[in-house]
């Protein structure tokens, strides 16, 4: 079945370091891949998204590129922000969304 | 736009009685809602996919007399915690499907807080 792999985290960045998380996925079909955030105590906001090859998502400073061919979806911001420390999930949608695992993000000052 | 809520965000119970948990969209009708918990520090599991007017479709495991399940309109969708027991404390989020041009997106409530005393 469909599934997502999700580089493990936490992570812990200063300020105004480079991000990168990484993200695969196996999928019977062409689905579309998304980048959700949730910060502490709150639901699923979603950060970004692609729904074919080669298109990219961007939103907030972040960027992702669907990569058919290393069928990935890695997120990465080139100056993170205190504000950006949260819990990232990557997710594939065929009819179901499937989830990663998540990865810890902390920015520190 | 694309505006989910979930009322309430807190509910503390005790145990053997039942809750209640609404999920709106606000700007957008969705004729699929997807009910999600998610344990500390995990990712979030699906428990079933809601459809209007239908029966919710339950994935393997999720019991579905204990987490019924309604439908009722094109912006609500409830899901109730029968005889509710501590194992079942948990944050509980629910998402709506908008479906359009270009890609069916499902977009997230706030959530909601489950303690069973």
């Known amino acids: 079945g469909d599934s997502v792999t999700q580089m493990e985290g936490p992570v812990t960045l200063s300020e105004e370091a480079f991000l990168t998380i990484n993200c695969t996925y196996t999928a019977t079909g062409y689905p579309s891949l998304f980048w959700y955030v949730q910060y502490p105590g709150e639901g699923l906001q979603l950060l970004l998204k692609?729904?074919?090859?080669?298109d990219k998502g961007s939103n907030k400073g972040f960027e992702a590129t669907y990569r058919k061919e290393t069928t990935s979806f890695h997120l990465e911001k080139g100056s993170v922000q205190v504000s950006d420390s949260a819990v990232y999930f990557c997710?594939?949608?065929?009819?179901?969304?499937?989830f990663g695992a998540g990865t810890t993000v902390t920015v520190r000052a | 736009g694309a505006v989910v809520s979930q009322h309430p965000s807190r509910v503390i119970c005790k145990s053997g009685t039942s809750v209640k948990i609404e999920c709106r969209s606000l700007?957008?009708?969705?004729?699929?809602m997807f009910w999600y918990r998610q344990f500390p520090k995990k990712s979030l599991m699906l428990m079933a996919t809601?459809?209007?007017?239908?029966?919710?479709?339950?994935e393997q495991g999720v019991e579905k007399d204990k987490f019924l399940i309604n439908h009722a309109s094109l912006t609500l969708s409830t899901l109730t915690v029968t005889s509710a027991h501590p194992e079942d404390s948990s944050f509980y989020i629910c998402?709506?499907?908008?479906?359009?041009?270009?890609?069916?997106?499902?977009?997230f409530g706030p959530g909601t807080r489950l303690t069973v005393l």
């Open positions: 998402s709506a499907r908008l479906s359009g041009t270009g890609t069916d997106t499902q977009y």
């Open positions: 700007d957008f009708q969705a004729t699929t």
């Open positions: 997710a594939l949608n065929d009819y179901k969304l499937s």
């Open positions: 692609a729904t074919k090859a080669d």
């Open positions: 809601s459809n209007e007017g239908s029966k919710a479709t339950y």
